[in-house]
């Protein structure tokens, strides 16, 4: 037995080494100061009177896949709080009030909350379950689908365009927000500079005929200075007031995401709260004014027929994207700095119901205002509000001029549409910040270099946002305004829904949310077959009628600010905008598939497998790291050199056995 064993295992030193370095070599033993190799590790012992176990040295393991630590929320009311005050912004407080009225009044909450239902909740959930398992941005959260790359880049482009105009608006609020410490105001018509205007109604503006309110003509004249400008052509030089406005916005958003997560996680609980007391506030001083029931009628009156009209919809669904900031990459970022087995359903529940509670509620405390404000002028409430800025700059301050003690409701009104604002940004830089910070780790690791580029990145959509606080820099606000949510942002939700459930696999993703919730209580089980009806078919169907209404409205309309017609090589550079981002898909689709093998249908189906490290970056939870296996960790083979010892051992073993 001892010369059979011997000689099975008996092998040139040559031959054991090479048996060693190979991956899944067969089983071979060593007998006395010989080498035996086995699927595995490898070990290698010295020859000598050893103890069996300490002839056995540790096994060299492979190499661990290296997880850069990540940051995370310091509560799960900061993560709360953050999306709520990235959700509701400033489009809650005019944009809103003004589609509802616009179509129809009341009637048009039923296209509302139909659209709420069954694209804006399933998309929302959908965004903050991805980023919360795969732990990542919106580029690199994409390794669950290579081919799908380029949702995240046109997520990226998205998020630039929105941050390139959004501070602008902020700039306008400092301005306001300066000048309302100014007794009496400065667009009211107790200012001595407005008394020949307010006591003559025969001033008019020359493109329109009509009379020009003392709001209208500081929003036009010593705000934008749009009256110095012939149209998109002809932008004129910078309005350094604007402009250092706009320099002192982008250093507070720096300063508020100079520490990441742990700065602007702290500021939200300020930032995201005062604007509910603020409308509170507004409601309570509103229902007291003389004609507010007379606002409030025209806001909640319903008109059926128009429900059979496309507009209606079309408004109401982007309205939801609006407001929810669906496809902007914002709430994947966000969620991808929460803990791992954070209630993912519970949290969409919650900020989507806040979200459109508060569009409604604001509604009440805006068309109390603006029905006073129809009662003083003797004018229709239609007749007293604008789309666009023109609600927030030239009704709201007229209104406010109107209430006693204009001063004080002033820059209150106007302390909330910052803080309104500063929130929506946050979540916007956050989206583009995390998905360069995901592409490039050692930006993350370096504070100087993280700091250096988000300087950088807020300087250069200092010297971008240059254009839009000129002259005519209204001209192209309202251009990109108008097409960088548009048909690209409906294209880029619409893939990302289609992914999810047909490449990535539907069955799998609602998996990976039950996994992530610690103990699924039956109704999230229940809840998510709802949400896979509307994954699969609902919103997929509802984002194609939208993209097709958009298409045909783009092309038989025209693009519009006041009396200017945007000629037709603007309106062309705004379908540029929106097919940039759109495109991003197809092109980072076909790298995907250029760099497989095999024929055109086996690239295809390589390139819609998540990678191995997909669920690497979950492991910032104890309870996933427990569980995780590491499935592309390849074991090699080890070696181990049996002693006398051991050989004695296994004959007595054997004669025992007989």
Same mark, same amino acid.
């Given at each position: 037995?001892?010369?059979?064993?011997?000689?099975?295992?008996?092998?040139?030193?040559?031959?054991?080494?090479?048996?060693?370095?190979?991956?899944?070599?067969?089983?071979?033993?060593?007998?006395?100061?010989?080498?035996?190799?086995?699927?595995?590790?490898?070990?290698?012992?010295?020859?000598?009177?050893?103890?069996?176990?300490?002839?056995?040295?540790?096994?060299?393991?492979?190499?661990?896949?290296?997880?850069?630590?990540?940051?995370?929320?310091?509560?799960?009311?900061?993560?709360?709080?953050?999306?709520?005050?990235?959700?509701?912004?400033?489009?809650?407080?005019?944009?809103?009030?003004?589609?509802?009225?616009?179509?129809?009044?009341?009637?048009?909450?039923?296209?509302?909350?139909?659209?709420?239902?069954?694209?804006?909740?399933?998309?929302?959930?959908?965004?903050?379950?991805?980023?919360?398992?795969?732990?990542?941005?919106?580029?690199?959260?994409?390794?669950?689908?290579?081919? *799908? %790359? &380029? @949702?995240?880049?046109?997520?990226?482009? +998205?998020?630039?365009?929105?941050?390139?105009? $959004?501070? =602008?608006? !902020?700039?306008?609020?400092?301005?306001?927000?300066?000048?309302?410490?100014?007794?009496?105001?400065?667009?009211?018509?107790?200012?001595?500079?407005?008394?020949?205007?307010?006591?003559?109604?025969?001033?008019?503006?020359?493109?329109?005929?009509?009379?020009?309110?003392?709001?209208?003509?500081?929003?036009?004249?010593?705000?934008?200075?749009?009256?110095?400008?012939?149209?998109?052509?002809?932008?004129?030089?910078?309005?350094?007031?604007?402009?250092?406005?706009?320099?002192?916005?982008?250093?507070?958003?720096?300063?508020?995401? *100079? %520490? &990441? @997560?742990?700065?602007?996680?702290?500021? +939200?609980?300020?930032?995201?709260?005062?604007? $509910?007391? =603020?409308? !509170?506030?507004?409601?309570?001083?509103?229902?007291?004014?003389?004609?507010?029931?007379?606002?409030?009628?025209?806001?909640?009156?319903?008109?059926?027929?128009?429900?059979?009209?496309?507009?209606?919809?079309?408004?109401?669904?982007?309205?939801?994207?609006?407001?929810?900031?669906?496809?902007?990459?914002?709430?994947?970022?966000?969620?991808?700095?929460?803990?791992?087995?954070?209630?993912?359903?519970?949290?969409?529940?919650?900020?989507?119901?806040?979200?459109?509670?508060?569009?409604?509620?604001?509604?009440?405390?805006?068309?109390?205002?603006?029905?006073?404000?129809?009662?003083?002028?003797?004018?229709?409430?239609?007749?007293?509000?604008?789309?666009?800025?023109?609600?927030?700059?030239?009704?709201?301050?007229?209104?406010?001029?109107?209430?006693?003690?204009?001063?004080?409701?002033?820059?209150?009104?106007?302390?909330?549409?910052?803080?309104?604002?500063?929130?929506?940004?946050?979540?916007?830089?956050?989206?583009?910040?995390?998905?360069?910070?995901?592409?490039?780790?050692?930006?993350?690791?370096?504070?100087?270099?993280?700091?250096?580029?988000?300087?950088?990145?807020?300087?250069?959509?200092?010297?971008?946002?240059?254009?839009?606080?000129?002259?005519?820099?209204?001209?192209?606000?309202?251009?990109?305004?108008?097409?960088?949510?548009?048909?690209?942002?409906?294209?880029?939700?619409?893939?990302?829904?289609?992914?999810?459930?047909?490449?990535?696999?539907?069955?799998?993703?609602?998996?990976?949310?039950?996994?992530?919730?610690?103990?699924?209580?039956?109704?999230?089980?229940?809840?998510?077959?709802?949400?896979?009806?509307?994954?699969?078919?609902?919103?997929?169907?509802?984002?194609?009628?939208?993209?097709?209404?958009?298409?045909?409205?783009?092309?038989?309309?025209?693009?519009?600010?006041?009396?200017?017609?945007?000629?037709?090589?603007?309106?062309?550079?705004?379908?540029?905008?929106?097919?940039?981002?759109?495109?991003?898909?197809?092109?980072?689709?076909?790298?995907?598939?250029?760099?497989?093998?095999?024929?055109?249908?086996?690239?295809?189906?390589?390139?819609?497998?998540?990678?191995?490290?997909?669920?690497?970056?979950?492991?910032?939870?104890?309870?996933?790291?427990?569980?995780?296996?590491?499935?592309?960790?390849?074991?090699?083979?080890?070696?181990?050199?049996?002693?006398?010892?051991?050989?004695?051992?296994?004959?007595?073993?054997?004669?025992?056995?007989?």
């Amino acid at each position: 037995m001892q010369d059979q064993n011997g000689k099975a295992a008996h092998g040139s030193p040559d031959v054991a080494s090479e048996n060693t370095a190979q991956v899944g070599a067969e089983n071979s033993v060593h007998f006395n100061d010989h080498t035996i190799t086995q699927n595995g590790h490898s070990a290698t012992t010295t020859a000598g009177p050893q103890s069996p176990i300490d002839s056995r040295a540790p096994s060299p393991l492979p190499t661990p896949v290296q997880i850069e630590p990540r940051e995370q929320w310091g509560g799960k009311y900061e993560f709360l709080l953050s999306c709520i005050g990235y959700c509701v912004g400033l489009g809650n407080v005019w944009r809103f009030p003004y589609l509802c009225y616009r179509n129809g009044g009341g009637v048009f909450l039923i296209p509302y909350f139909i659209m709420l239902f069954v694209c804006g909740v399933p998309l929302f959930l959908m965004e903050l379950s991805l980023g919360q398992y795969g732990a990542a941005g919106p580029i690199t959260v994409w390794k669950c689908c290579p081919l *799908l %790359k &380029g @949702i995240g880049i046109g997520m990226l482009c +998205v998020s630039t365009l929105v941050c390139l105009y $959004y501070n =602008v608006i !902020i700039a306008w609020t400092f301005y306001y927000l300066g000048s309302s410490f100014q007794s009496p105001l400065p667009w009211s018509c107790d200012a001595l500079a407005n008394a020949a205007i307010c006591g003559n109604n025969t001033i008019s503006n020359s493109s329109s005929g009509r009379a020009l309110s003392p709001s209208e003509i500081f929003w036009n004249e010593r705000v934008l200075g749009v009256v110095n400008s012939e149209g998109l052509h002809d932008p004129g030089p910078v309005r350094w007031p604007l402009g250092l406005c706009l320099l002192a916005a982008w250093i507070i958003i720096f300063l508020c995401m *100079l %520490k &990441g @997560i742990h700065s602007s996680g702290k500021v +939200v609980y300020v930032t995201a709260t005062f604007p $509910y007391f =603020v409308l !509170i506030v507004l409601i309570i001083r509103g229902a007291t004014l003389e004609g507010s029931l007379q606002g409030v009628a025209f806001y909640l009156t319903p008109d059926w027929s128009r429900l059979a009209n496309a507009q209606v919809w079309n408004d109401a669904a982007s309205q939801i994207f609006y407001s929810l900031g669906i496809g902007v990459g914002g709430l994947l970022s966000m969620a991808s700095y929460n803990k791992f087995d954070n209630n993912v359903i519970r949290d969409t529940i919650i900020i989507t119901t806040g979200n459109c509670c508060t569009s409604f509620f604001a509604g009440f405390a805006i068309f109390s205002i603006l029905g006073h404000m129809a009662w003083r002028k003797g004018v229709p409430v239609a007749k007293v509000a604008d789309t666009g800025p023109g609600l927030a700059f030239v009704a709201y301050p007229e209104a406010l001029a109107l209430l006693p003690g204009s001063v004080f409701w002033s820059i209150l009104f106007f302390l909330m549409l910052f803080m309104l604002g500063v929130d929506t940004l946050f979540g916007n830089m956050e989206g583009i910040t995390t998905a360069v910070l995901d592409e490039f780790p050692q930006l993350r690791r370096n504070t100087l270099h993280k700091s250096l580029f988000l300087g950088t990145l807020c300087f250069f959509f200092y010297l971008m946002g240059l254009l839009l606080v000129t002259d005519g820099g209204i001209y192209w606000f309202t251009l990109i305004d108008s097409f960088s949510t548009s048909f690209g942002l409906i294209i880029i939700t619409l893939f990302m829904c289609i992914g999810i459930s047909f490449f990535y696999g539907v069955d799998q993703f609602c998996q990976d949310i039950i996994d992530m919730i610690c103990h699924c209580p039956p109704w999230c089980s229940k809840v998510l077959i709802y949400f896979k009806a509307c994954w699969v078919f609902f919103t997929p169907f509802l984002l194609l009628f939208i993209l097709t209404y958009i298409f045909i409205e783009m092309y038989n309309t025209s693009l519009t600010y006041g009396t200017y017609v945007y000629p037709r090589w603007g309106k062309a550079l705004g379908v540029c905008m929106g097919a940039t981002c759109s495109l991003q898909i197809l092109i980072w689709g076909t790298v995907a598939i250029c760099k497989q093998t095999g024929t055109l249908k086996e690239r295809f189906q390589k390139s819609i497998r998540p990678l191995n490290t997909w669920r690497v970056n979950n492991l910032n939870s104890a309870r996933a790291a427990e569980a995780f296996v590491e499935p592309e960790r390849v074991e090699g083979p080890f070696t181990v050199t049996l002693t006398d010892m051991d050989f004695t051992a296994m004959t007595w073993e054997v004669g025992s056995e007989s």
